[in-house]
């Protein structure tokens, strides 16, 4: 089993708002990723839990904020975003981090208006 | 800059031919290489990694890695209609970055 899930599949929010992303996985991967894709644009890496610990930050804006609560599972806080952040953001995981395969979740499309 | 590029297309194809999707990349480090596909508005999904040098068959799909000229091709066998989408290739520094870098993707299109 290779399943990533994601929730909610789709979400549109105010620029005022604050809102959640949700992923899991039940594969027993230990590597986890937050990526922002734009259209016809490849995934963009935001963030690595390796270990439940932020590995990588992209330099990403604090309006982002992740958070991994456990091995399975991986959030993305969402506060204050701008209409350009609006995107499809994927979640992945692999079985450790630098040179395993990453297997993707189906994605968030998030509009911010 | 570590850097991983694809001919963005579209590559057209007549149903039943093969597909030729190529990719280069410039990090010597490199040691996985990775196929996507991703249709439309969907997220991206393996079809095959390939680590060491030579040719790797899955079915229609066949991964060609050579490292001394740092590139990695992907055919597709028989194409059909349902082969359309984009193609990405990732590539994965061992020891390195936790992280791939990603080509910009090759759109193919397989004509019915």
């Known amino acids: 089993d290779t399943e990533v899930t994601q929730t909610p599949k789709h979400l549109v929010m105010g620029m005022t708002n604050k809102k959640s992303l949700k992923c899991e996985q039940h594969m027993g991967h230990r590597a986890m990723y937050w990526y922002k894709q734009k259209a016809k644009k490849p995934p963009e890496l935001m963030f690595v839990y390796s270990y439940e610990k932020l590995s990588i930050n992209e330099s990403v804006p604090s309006r982002f904020s992740p958070e991994c609560p456990n091995s399975s599972l991986l959030n993305l806080h969402l506060h204050a975003l701008q209409p350009e952040d609006s995107a499809l953001y994927l979640c992945?995981?692999?079985?450790?981090?630098?040179?395993?395969?990453?297997?993707f979740g189906p994605g968030t499309r998030l509009t911010v208006l | 800059q570590k850097e991983v590029e694809q001919n963005s297309g579209p590559l057209s194809v007549p149903e039943g031919a093969i597909a030729s999707l190529n990719c280069t990349y410039s990090d010597r480090g490199s040691q996985s290489f990775f196929w996507y596909r991703q249709y439309s508005g969907k997220s991206p999904e393996l079809i095959m990694f390939i680590y060491s040098n030579g040719d790797k068959e899955d079915g229609r799909f066949t991964a060609q890695l050579n490292k001394a000229s740092q590139y990695v091709s992907l055919l597709i066998r028989d194409s059909q209609p349902s082969d359309s989408a984009t193609y990405l290739c990732?590539?994965?520094?061992?020891?390195?970055?936790?992280?791939?870098?990603f080509g910009t993707g090759t759109r193919l299109k397989v004509l019915a």
């Open positions: 990732a590539v994965n520094a061992l020891g390195g970055t936790y992280k791939y870098i």
């Open positions: 992945a995981s692999s079985q450790d981090a630098p040179a395993d395969t990453q297997y």
